[in-house]
């Protein structure tokens, strides 16, 4: 039994030592704990957001397995199969589709309404309206089966899903197209498909489908997914297998050959892991694997298709994505944690410096000495684990229902529960990697200070001992590296001044200048932190406050070091709360921003033919203004293929000028003009052109310079005659970034505007500059302004609605109140948000750890002087004046660093824009001033707290103890 | 390094250390300080030696030598007749688990464990059993008087309860000499007897040989030998009455083994005047030794200052206007 307990006496001795130390304690655990916070947090955050993306991707597929038959693919053997497969419970329903794989097969659609020729419409494959299609055969009982249902169920429908009597289901997009409504009488479809035979040469072959009637329009819902999968989807047309049968004998000929046809097989979900893609793709292999099996036992010889796997790689692939993104907005707070780890150990090895030396007097060696060191930090890593772990599923959760920087959606509130899981990755990661870091580093730090000699240590007079890179002065080169590439940036950003850097240049100042800015300015923050006290001294010791200790304050700023490590720590954190503030209020303001280009004004109305609207729009109740947006395209200028886009600029100048314009004009539209110069630039030049940079780059051309456009137009609808047409010598009047109604891409294909010629040069005659302008898309300006009530937009959208050729209505209210209800993609804000919260709780833990340990210290100083007859008042006003012009520099310091950082990570932003699908239009800097102030200011505050809280205990203490111990 | 047999079986002093210098580096600039020169010390069992001498006289760091806590500069420091200056920090281990037991002037307890945990903790490094080391602390306690407070963190407790609690750890292990440094220096008179009680008590009943730093007449007036220490070198022993404030009535000086002589420093000053170079001649009279010692030379000085021309007043080795040296 005494055994026992010698063997488990470390456990109380342990626990107790944790407890009646606890200041160090404290230092220790908080960093164990906020690291593993921050990464158990990041990895349940990416992993919570990946099942979620998953189980929508999953949830909103047709189906996930299909079958193929190798022999005689008939359709009564196909039902043979669907009796097989039905047998297994994991099986919901079956039904056989014949559809063609869009990446083997090339399916155009040739659609002839009226069947003279007349109305015959095609798919141009090198035209920008090109719309990839396929034609996917059903049965008739397509609608009832749980296939059907669910492609159903996840689209908005218009008519009946009625593929029975040579009965056709399109999308919205192909009616669109071909200007087809429901119960519209399509006399053929024409299908021509090419494909290669395996090893053999190129075969094509043509078949159509007769006297087809439209019975339904369906329309995908962001994320729906249908036959193909929600990634690369084409348009489909829904036939009947007996089109195939009757019509398409040549068709049927080759999916009979090919494969085609095949068993599509919905599972039950419920049976498989679907919270972790990898898993549930192998269950899956494993269920085809056993059908395959069963099939093979009645003689049919089958291969089955994963469609979650053919999901799965995209989807990796964005996840990977993703998550590198994430950990790069993490970075600053993973390695703000860790820095507290390394702190917390170190002051703990610190203030144990005394007890170590104690120790080795009393007989104990290195072993012994290390044993203890170790048993503590183990039991403090398991209840940081515990501790840090629920906070990362806090921390999770946060991000996750982030609707905003520092905003959560009340909605989600209840959902925290199902974050109440064991995530085992989440849990070992973060272990592992906090506690081989809190190994590694305790036990070379407890070694040195082990090894000490132990006269050093029991006598010990604190030495500042300077960092590897102060010591060289790398702190000062890796600021002005990281204030250069913040130079460059500002330049670039703000003043728009291109510097032509090329990707590894635009890599190299986005990737390593925020770190270099980060790490080097803190650094440089604890010289400053020296110096302007040094100099502003003057200044704090004739406020009365300070007046009865000046003398003594001013001895103190002379020789004080200690504060080394909390000047690096309030500008390390400080910069990174600045970070959060900045880039949390200007993720906000881009969302909004992107949506007020996308939509370009109170209602974006897109048509399916070319036209003129005007008057239609017009006479709808709430139409207050209309700006049509035509677009041009292919245009070649100089041998580059462009799009042009124009709108009728006399009439949005004129209503520019009294302050109702249509489009919502960012005040960055155009560089170096406002947007009224740059509209009244183009109004007094009829020939003249603004051009992207991006067209500026390729087109090797400058403002001033002249164009030479030349595009090819139809001059015979029913012929198909096209003739070259050009205009020479257009003027290049500036460069513009972007303009409303989603005119401009700058990183995929440039797009110019052309003002006011776009129309007389389409149609080959002149006309009024102020003349209509025949266009698909139309920006309108409504009466009802921002404060539209959601019955006025239904109300308008079923006006629009009304007008032929209608397409789609998009009203810039309804996006931005879905913006505010929606937690954002990929818990930017979430993350930020997170930043934010921990950066100011590491500001303050640490700062109040590190106070403790200094007023500790010098507890006998403190002592003295009570003893020489300083009052109680006295000592704060020492501890809190010696650290006041401190921290209120390095506050201002970290802010500052905090915003150059905010214009790097600005640009790390743009090079992730395009996946995050934001990338249109720049992102500007939006700095809440206010907020940061407040920030610096209460940070400020709790430390000058932290600090007299900690004064508390040595102007408390009992002097006849305090004074003796040397 | 130092097993049992090999203790036993010595016959020489317990302790003896021969020219041991303490240099410090001086900080920026300034010089080096010199702590200890030369210092020669023998202790046997059964010693009860004390150290006296002014504040930076190096007392302190001849300790910390002896007791294996510092390195000296220079020197040995042999017990049972090895030297622990020339071993590694963990052969040091052994030999203040056995050997050794310090007394500080301020306790130096763990603040986080009770007065019973630090000396169970003592006990328990020295690899005693879980119970043995338990029944040993609650053993020494009581008999030092602690038992109804042994539970108390070092806080909690007195001044002589803390500095009773330091001797109790440092005789835990029955170390063949306790070092103490200033051991009364924090507790009032009543229980500055209390501790010197036990140490008498101990070096009485254990034969625990002591070496005892400290300013207290009393205390000093226990130990059966007492050494003065001024700069760094022992100059003179005491005997007879001894008050530490005076130590010229009761002083002896020491010529060490290498014929070293030290004169204390109201001698030096007045032998200086009349140069350094003496001679010396011993004569027995009435069976007891006697030198006498004159300036081996009696160089004429001049009437006036070389350098300052002022007249010369007295025997003096340097010029009292000016300073300059008036003798080569």
């Known amino acids: 039994m005494a055994d026992l307990r010698g063997k488990m006496e470390w456990l109380p001795f342990t626990i107790q030592s944790i407890f009646r130390n606890k200041r160090r304690s404290f230092a220790m655990l908080s960093g164990i704990a906020l690291g593993i916070t921050i990464i158990s947090g990041i990895y349940i955050y990416s992993s919570v957001l990946k099942t979620q993306n998953f189980q929508t991707v999953v949830e909103n597929a047709s189906f996930e397995v299909k079958f193929d038959i190798l022999e005689n693919e008939s359709l009564e053997n196909l039902h043979k199969l669907a009796d097989i497969v039905e047998l297994d419970d994991r099986v919901i329903d079956t039904t056989p589709i014949g559809s063609t794989g869009f990446d083997e097969v090339e399916v155009s659609v040739i659609v002839d309404k009226l069947g003279d020729g007349s109305a015959v419409d095609s798919q141009n494959p090198g035209s920008s309206d090109f719309l990839n299609m396929a034609p996917v055969f059903v049965e008739n009982d397509y609608p009832e089966t749980e296939i059907g249902k669910k492609f159903l169920s996840s689209s908005e429908l218009e008519g009946v899903f009625d593929v029975s009597d040579n009965n056709v289901v399109i999308s919205r997009a192909i009616a669109s197209k071909f200007q087809l409504e429901v119960d519209d009488n399509i006399y053929s479809i024409n299908m021509s498909y090419a494909f290669r035979e395996r090893g053999g040469a190129l075969k094509f072959y043509e078949g159509y489908v007769s006297n087809v009637t439209v019975s339904g329009i369906y329309e995908f819902r962001s994320g729906d997914a249908g036959i193909f999968g929600s990634f690369f989807n084409p348009e489909e047309l829904y036939f009947s297998f007996d089109a195939l049968n009757t019509d398409l004998p040549e068709l049927k000929r080759w999916f009979d050959e090919e494969l085609g046809r095949f068993l599509a097989v919905k599972i039950d979900e419920t049976q498989f892991t679907v919270s972790d893609p990898e898993t549930m793709n192998d269950e899956i292999l494993k269920f085809m694997n056993y059908i395959t099996d069963l099939a093979e036992k009645e003689g049919m010889e089958i291969v089955g298709s994963n469609n979650v796997q053919n999901l799965l790689l995209p989807f990796q692939l964005l996840s990977i994505f993703i998550n590198i993104f994430d950990f790069l907005l993490a970075a600053p707070v993973v390695i703000l944690s860790l820095y507290l780890l390394f702190f917390g150990i170190e002051m703990s090895l610190e203030e144990r410096r005394r007890e170590i030396a104690i120790k080795k007097v009393q007989g104990a060696n290195e072993t012994q000495i290390f044993n203890e060191i170790r048993n503590q930090t183990f039991v403090l890593f398991i209840i940081g684990w515990i501790i840090g772990y629920m906070l990362g599923i806090f921390g999770a959760w946060i991000i996750a229902s982030s609707i905003g920087f520092m905003q959560i959606d009340l909605d989600y509130v209840g959902s925290f529960a199902s974050y109440l899981r064991l995530d085992k990755t989440a849990l070992f990661m973060s272990a592992i990697v906090v506690g081989g870091l809190l190994t590694i580093q305790s036990r070379k730090k407890a070694k040195e200070f082990i090894t000490s000699e132990v006269s050093e240590t029991i006598k010990r007079f604190e030495g500042v001992k300077m960092g590897y890179l102060r010591r060289n002065n790398l702190d000062i080169v890796m600021f002005f590296i990281g204030l250069s590439t913040v130079s460059v940036t500002i330049l670039e950003q703000i003043y728009g001044v291109d510097l032509n850097l090329n990707f590894w240049w635009s890599l190299l100042i986005q990737g390593f200048g925020p770190f270099f800015l980060w790490i080097g300015g803190s650094l440089v923050g604890i010289r400053i932190a020296k110096f302007v006290p040094l100099k502003l001294e003057g200044l704090l010791l004739n406020v009365w406050l300070f007046k009865d200790v000046s003398k003594i304050l001013k001895s103190t700023f002379k020789r004080r070091n200690d504060t080394d490590k909390l000047a690096f720590i309030i500008v390390l954190t400080l910069s990174i709360a600045t970070l959060a503030t900045a880039q949390g209020v200007t993720d906000q303001n881009h969302a909004i921003r992107i949506r007020q280009y996308e939509i370009g004004s109170d209602y974006q109305i897109n048509f399916g033919e070319i036209s003129d609207y005007t008057q239609n729009l017009t006479n709808i109740e709430g139409v207050e203004n209309i700006m049509a947006i035509g677009k041009f395209a292919p245009t070649l200028i100089q041998s580059t293929v462009f799009v042009i886009s124009g709108f009728d600029v006399h009439k949005e100048l004129a209503l520019m000028k009294e302050g109702k314009e249509v489009g919502i004009w960012h005040e960055d539209a155009f560089d170096d003009l406002t947007p009224l110069q740059a509209l009244q630039k183009l109004s007094d030049n009829p020939e003249g052109v603004f051009i992207s940079s991006f067209a500026r780059n390729i087109l090797d051309t400058g403002i001033g310079e002249t164009l030479k456009i030349r595009f090819e137009v139809e001059i015979n609808a029913t012929s198909g005659e096209t003739e070259v047409r050009s205009i020479s010598d257009v003027e290049v009047l500036g460069i513009y970034d972007h303009a409303p109604g989603n005119v401009n891409h700058p990183n995929v294909i440039s797009s110019s505007i052309l003002i006011n010629r776009l129309r007389a040069i389409r149609d080959n005659t002149t006309i009024a500059d102020d003349a209509p302008m025949n266009a698909t898309r139309y920006l309108v300006k409504s009466t009802y302004g921002d404060a539209i009530t959601e019955d006025q937009i239904n109300q308008m959208t079923s006006q629009f609605n009304q007008i032929p050729s209608y397409a789609s209505a998009v009203s810039l209210q309804r996006e931005l109140r879905e913006l505010d209800e929606q937690p954002t993609s990929y818990g930017i804000t979430g993350l930020l948000t997170m930043n934010f919260i921990v950066s100011v709780a590491a500001a303050l833990i640490s700062t109040f750890t590190y106070s403790a340990i200094l007023m500790e210290r010098r507890k006998h100083e403190f002592a003295v002087l009570r003893a020489i007859g300083a009052k109680k008042s006295q000592i704060y006003k020492i501890a809190i004046g010696e650290n006041l012009i401190m921290v209120l520099t390095t506050a201002i310091w970290g802010s500052l660093i905090g915003i150059g950082i905010t214009y790097l990570f600005n640009g790390l932003f743009g090079t992730f824009a395009f996946i995050l699908g934001g990338g249109a239009i720049d992102r500007l800097v939006t700095f809440p001033w206010l907020y940061v102030s407040i920030i610096g200011f209460c940070t400020s505050i709790g430390v000058l707290v932290a600090t007299a809280v900690s004064a508390r205990g040595a102007a408390n203490q009992d002097l006849s103890i305090a004074t003796r111990v040397v | ?328």
Request: hydrophobic fraction near 35%.
């Open chain 2, 1 to 328: 390094m130092f097993n049992q047999q090999d203790i036993d079986e010595y016959e020489g002093p317990l302790l003896k250390s021969t020219g041991v210098y303490v240099i410090y580096k001086g900080k920026e600039g300034a010089s080096n300080v010199v702590a200890l020169r030369g210092i020669n010390l023998e202790i046997n069992r059964g010693d009860f030696l004390a150290i006296v001498g002014p504040s930076g006289s190096g007392k302190s760091s001849l300790l910390r030598c002896i007791g294996g806590l510092q390195h000296p500069t220079a020197g040995a420091i042999n017990y049972y007749g090895r030297d622990i200056t020339q071993v590694s920090e963990s052969d040091l281990v052994p030999f203040r688990r056995s050997t050794v037991g310090f007394v500080f002037q301020e306790g130096n307890l763990i603040e986080s464990l009770s007065g019973f945990q630090n000396v169970v903790r003592t006990l328990r490094y020295s690899g005693v059993g879980y119970s043995q080391s338990r029944s040993r602390a609650t053993e020494i306690l009581s008999l030092l008087g602690l038992k109804s407070r042994m539970h108390d963190i070092p806080k909690r407790l007195s001044g002589g309860e803390r500095q009773r609690v330091a001797i109790a750890r440092a005789l835990a292990n029955n170390p063949k000499i306790i070092l103490a440094d200033e051991p009364t220096g924090n507790i009032d008179y009543a229980n500055s007897e209390n501790v010197m009680g036990i140490f008498k008590d101990l070096h009485r009943d254990l034969e625990t040989s002591f070496l005892v730093v400290t300013h207290s007449n009393h205390l000093a007036t226990f130990a059966n030998k007492k050494l003065e220490l001024r700069d760094g070198r022992f100059t003179g022993q005491h005997t007879g009455n001894f008050d530490v404030n005076s130590l010229g009535g009761s002083r002896s000086v020491i010529i060490s083994e290498s014929g070293n002589l030290t004169l204390p420093p109201e001698l030096l000053g007045m032998v200086l005047e009349y140069g350094n170079l003496w001679e010396f001649q011993a004569e027995e009279q009435n069976n007891q030794a006697r030198i006498i010692a004159k300036p081996s030379i009696q160089e004429k000085l001049p009437d006036n200052c070389p350098v300052c021309k002022q007249p010369i007043i007295g025997r003096t080795q340097n010029c009292r206007s000016c300073g300059a040296k008036l003798l080569n």
